[in-house]
């Protein structure tokens, strides 16, 4: 029985982890399909660069679509050329949504390297699912077939 609870947890797991890797990748993907729709390439400013730890600093980009501030937070790398207080930056954001922006020369909002983990993370979900299925069918396989004494 505690065999069998296991098995369901880990299978919710892998599916939960599927799901929302799934979901990530779908969402960045239709960003970026509105953002090519009908552009608008503004420039930002940094404002602020924080420090994240365990991870890039991020850069705090303030920029302007039709007369409405907004602001983004980026990490745009490590290095002696990362932009600091006062550098401009390319940005490309949609028309319908500027909140939804992205560094010119990039295809996803949240950055290149961004979306192929999200579907990398529901692929192993979903591979994962499949096999805890398969372990929990060959389990009751097998205590089908051994006779009960």
């Known amino acids: 029985m505690r065999t069998r609870l296991t098995l369901w947890g880990a299978g919710l797991l892998c599916l939960l982890v599927a799901v929302l890797g799934g979901c990530s990748a779908s969402r960045q993907w ?5 953002i090519d729709a009908a552009p608008v390439r503004v420039t930002g400013v940094v404002t602020a660069v924080e420090h994240v730890p365990k991870s890039d600093d991020e850069q705090v980009i303030s920029y302007e679509v ?3 501030r907004h602001t983004v937070r980026r990490s745009l790398g490590t290095g002696p050329g990362i932009p600091g207080i006062g550098h401009r930056v390319c940005l490309e954001a949609d028309r319908g949504r500027p909140d939804v922006v992205r560094l010119c020369g990039e295809r996803y909002p949240s950055g290149d390297d961004m979306y192929p983990t999200y579907v990398l993370v529901a692929v192993a979900g979903a591979i994962g699912a499949c096999v805890v299925a398969g372990v929990a069918v060959g389990l009751r396989r097998g205590s089908r077939a051994q006779p009960a004494p």
Do not use: K, L, S, V
């Open 30 to 34: 239709r960003q970026a399909e509105r």
């Open 66 to 68: 039709r007369g409405h």
